[in-house]
């Protein structure tokens, strides 16, 4: 018993859909930027400060991938500009890394977004 392409039109089996070329295509993303499709909230961007400052209490040490983890919810709420680019590059960093002193890590906290004291 064969297959019916009429029954199963996109089966391979079936003399249907036999190339992966036919499928459609995906929606274009040309002409977007990146602040097109991502909305940031500066609130968003002291919600992850305050809480990566709050990882960093009590600790002498933080695992680099702690520090990632907090970098990349830092970055999706931080808007295009020299805080993000700053936020992209320590992350970068932190691939190379195994450790990071909590020093290190709420120096460059403060001069990504400033604590309010």
Sequence with gaps: MGHDPQ???NCIYCGGVTDATEAPAPPSLDGLALSDVV???PAQA????AAFRR???GQPSLPASVVQ????DLWGSLPAGDSRTEVERWLTETLERTMYS???VASRLASVLPADD
């Excluded at 002291?46 to 400060?49: F, G, K, P, R, T």
């Design 69 to 72: 983890d907090c970098l990349l």
């Design 55 to 57: 990882q960093l209490e």
């Design 39 to 41: 909305e940031t909230d």
């Design 7 to 9: 029954v199963a039109p």
């Design 102 to 104: 909590a020093t290190d």
């Design 46 to 49: 002291e919600v992850a400060v």
